[in-house]
Structures are given as C-alpha cells and as structure tokens.
C-alpha cells in the first residue's frame, strides 16, 4: 500500500543550520521508501492522481509528522520483570534479584517479555531499538512480528558463552534477510567478560561485519573491578584491546575522565544516554555535555523497563535534558531540538543508518509517526520543539509507520493483541516468581 499523510506539520529532523525547522506539508510513502516530503498541495494531489487505485491517505491537520524515535539501548524483554525489585544499587539489584528470575527463563519466557516491551514501544513511537540479552533470537522474532525494526545483540557474559554462541548463529541464519532485524555483537561489560571473550566479540564483529553494543563505565564499583583487574579505567582497557577500531555503541558512560572522552572522539565511538535508569539506580550522571562538545554521538536509551520502568523516549528525551541542565548549573546545555536530534538522527548515526532513518527525506526509509497535538497540556502553540520534549507524553502518538506499514493507527497496535500480550506476560511472571 502506498500512504500519502497531508496537512500535518512536517518535522524533517535534517535541518542543520538557522532554517525553520518545520512546516506545514504534506509525505508520500512508496513501498518501504519516502517518495517526497513538501510543502506543495499540487505535489500530493499528483501523487494521488497517480495512485489512486492504491493509496492510503491520512489527514494529519493538528498532528506533528515526524521520523520515529530510535531507542539504542534497552533489554526488551525485561519488561516482563517491571517492579520486581526496586530502590536498591546495581550490583544487588542483579545479583539478588534480577540474575536470578533471569537463570529461569528460557526462549517463550524472552518471547513473551520482548513482546510486552515492543508493544510499549510501538505506542509510544518508538520505530527502531537496540537491543540486549540472552536469547536475541526470541527478541529478534519478537520484533518482527510487530513489525518494530530492531538491533538485536546476542548478550555474552563467561558463564554464557556457550549460549551466546548458539544465539548469534541462530540470530544470523534465521533473520540474515529480514528488513527489520539486523545484528549487533553484545559482550555484557568488561567485568563480566574474561579477556579472551572480549577478544571473541571483537573477532566476531570483524567476520560479520558489524559494530559492538556493551555496558561501559556505568558506576563507579565497574570502574574500581576494571582497575584492580587490569590496571586501567574501563575506558583505557577497551582502547588497549582493540575494541575500539570497530564501531562501537557503548551504553551509560556514566565515569569518563577527559581523556577517556577524548579517546572516544577519536575512536568515533557512539554513546547511549540512560538518564533515568542512571538516575534510579544511583549510577552517576554522565557527562553529556562535555562528550557532545568534544564531538561524540551521544544517543537516547531508555534501559530496561526493570530499571527505569518504562521504555518512554518522550519521559526519557525531558529527562535527559534537565538532567544535564541541573548537573553543569546551566540552562542553556541540551536544548530541546538538539534533544530530539539525540532520539533521531544521532541515534540513526549510531547504527550505520545515517540518512535512511531519523529524518523525513526522499529515499529515506519509511519510519514516520504522527503526534496528536490538539492536547490540553501541548496548548498554546508557541514553540513546537518545545513541546514536543518538555511536554509530550507517549500517549499522544496517533499513528505509527514502520518500514512502509501501519503499526499503530489511532492509538491501537495493529500487528499484535493488545489484551493477550498483556495477559501472557502477567502469567508468565506470576509463574517465575513462584518457582
């Protein structure tokens, strides 16, 4: 089906300079692709000139139409153990509660949290997530059902190993042509990963031809384990190992001196930011401000929805801005547009996608949602970008599109049923915590 979307007002996301950065206008879908994105009224009536018999259109007058968000790091299907532990630090929240429920589950019980989370996701605008944890297979299958398009990194950890080797291979023979699912490698962290293994992922990368996703840096008992272990910051040692000449998405970044963002500059090593799960489990605040002046990509991640709770880019984009603004004492750092470029285009630059996904453009690919702006809190409209950050929920996406279909139309998932992914998950924890 091609869909032409009219009226709305077009946020592009690819304006760099001083230009407007939205208008009112009209987007075209092709297949998977954008045919156009114009101001021009004659441009869409063209188009519907020429596709009558097969088109879509959707009025979007009072909704912003703008790319999806992308979500870079999160653990999907730990939806399923929302709430299960809370108020407690890292370490403990692992060890005592959360690696245990995990020992039990298995490919369904993945399945069916990856499903939860990708639903929660969809409805909120998410289009794109990158991913972590055993079983990326069921995540993976997860996803495509959907119809969210994701980055999958099999999860290795020294007690794993095993795993993680049947999981990558599994990953790569059943989804190696899937429009959606692509593969990343995802060695844990340093501390939970033997020289050798990390050595395993970098190899791995290089011979699939893909970057690394891992835990980096995210307090500051990683940091003093890395030291005692090895003699160096978490930083210094990926450098010395050689992870760092693969393309890298580290995730928190939470204990970073000057020098290791400035190692990371020079690596063009891409960051996610995980301001409310760094917030909740008292990890630190990472020093945004001081690695996007030096030139780093810093993304949005949400974490796991057992740590943050939620998977809420629009919660997690305000957040992530007031949390820089009170840690440096200025108001003027992370503003809001630069904000949304963080969950858009940075996040696109992130996974190799760089003009494909995170702006609206010809040729780019269709991932594009509506955001329904005749709401009492998003009134009056005086500054549109603002809005959208400081003050848009979740629940005020309307309509979402991923990789040419309608996922999400008038607020309901049209890929999945709602009430039995919410049911399947309630009884598949009742279950694990009574074992």
Request: charged share 20%; net charge negative; hydrophobic share 40%.
């Amino acid at each position: 089906m091609n869909i032409l979307i009219t009226n709305g007002i077009i946020l592009p996301m690819n304006v760099a300079d001083d230009s407007p950065k939205y208008f009112t206008g009209h987007l075209a879908i092709e297949g998977n692709r954008i045919a156009f994105v114009s101001s021009n009224k004659a441009d869409a009536d063209n188009f519907l000139a020429n596709h009558k018999e097969n088109c879509k259109v959707i009025d979007a007058t009072g909704q912003i139409v703008m790319p999806g968000l992308i979500n870079t790091h999160t653990h999907v299907a730990m939806s399923l153990l929302r709430g299960i532990s809370d108020d407690v630090p890292l370490m403990e929240w692992l060890n005592e509660h959360i690696w245990p429920v995990e020992g039990k589950m298995g490919y369904d019980e993945v399945l069916t949290g990856a499903r939860l989370g990708t639903l929660e996701m969809l409805k909120g605008g998410t289009t794109t997530f990158v991913d972590m944890y055993p079983y990326e297979e069921a995540v993976a299958e997860a996803a495509e059902t959907a119809g969210i398009r994701a980055y999958v990194s099999p999860c290795s950890m020294d007690f794993r190993m095993a795993h993680f080797e049947e999981d990558w291979r599994a990953v790569q023979k059943r989804f190696s042509n899937s429009e959606l699912v692509s593969m990343l490698i995802g060695p844990h962290a340093i501390y939970t990963c033997s020289p050798e293994n990390m050595q395993r992922s970098i190899e791995l990368s290089e011979e699939l031809n893909t970057g690394i996703h891992i835990h980096h840096a995210e307090t500051k008992d990683e940091e003093n384990t890395v030291r005692e272990r090895y003699g160096v910051n978490p930083t210094e040692y990926l450098n010395n190992v050689g992870m760092l000449k693969r393309p890298v998405l580290a995730a928190h970044c939470v204990c970073m001196s000057d020098n290791d963002i400035k190692i990371f500059a020079e690596n063009n090593v891409s960051v996610a930011y995980n301001a409310q799960s760094n917030m909740k489990l008292a990890s630190g605040i990472a020093p945004v401000a001081k690695m996007i002046d030096a030139g780093i990509n810093v993304t949005i991640g949400t974490d796991g929805a057992s740590s943050n709770n939620d998977l809420d880019m629009w919660d997690e984009m305000r957040t992530a801005s007031l949390l820089q603004k009170v840690s440096t004492l200025n108001p003027c750092v992370l503003p809001a547009y630069q904000i949304l470029q963080m969950a858009t285009v940075n996040g696109a630059k992130a996974i190799g996608k760089e003009g494909e996904l995170g702006i609206l453009a010809e040729n780019a690919l269709a991932d594009v949602i509506l955001v329904d702006f005749e709401k009492p809190h998003l009134y009056p409209h005086t500054n549109i970008i603002s809005e959208l950050v400081y003050s848009c929920h979740a629940s005020d996406v309307n309509t979402v599109i991923v990789n040419g279909n309608i996922v999400v139309e008038n607020r309901s998932c049209t890929t999945m049923d709602e009430s039995k992914v919410c049911s399947d998950a309630q009884n598949t924890i009742d279950r694990l915590l009574n074992q």
